[in-house]
């Protein structure tokens, strides 16, 4: 289950209307998935990238609620 498929969910249900915070709370819950996916990559898939061990550790870092 991801983060979009949430949304779509809630938006069927209307609950996105109803309770505007739940959009927030799925973003937080995507936003530390992807930082657990990023952190999960070795060197050669940051490098890849563009990235280095260094940016990941600030990016991992970040308390869940910072984009």
């Known amino acids: 289950m991801?983060?979009?498929y949430v949304r779509r969910l809630?938006?069927?249900a209307g609950s996105l209307e109803i309770f505007p915070w739940v959009e927030l709370l799925v973003s937080w819950w995507d936003l530390t998935r992807q930082r657990r996916?990023?952190?999960?990559?070795?060197?050669r898939?940051?490098?890849d990238i563009g990235?280095?061990?260094a940016d990941v550790e600030g990016e991992i870092?970040?308390?869940f609620w910072r984009p």
């Open 2 to 4: 991801n983060a979009s």
């Open 10 to 12: 809630l938006h069927r």
């Open 51 to 53: 990235l280095s061990r």
């Open 37 to 43: 996916d990023l952190a999960s990559l070795d060197d």
């Open 61 to 63: 870092s970040k308390p």
């Open 45 to 47: 898939a940051l490098h």
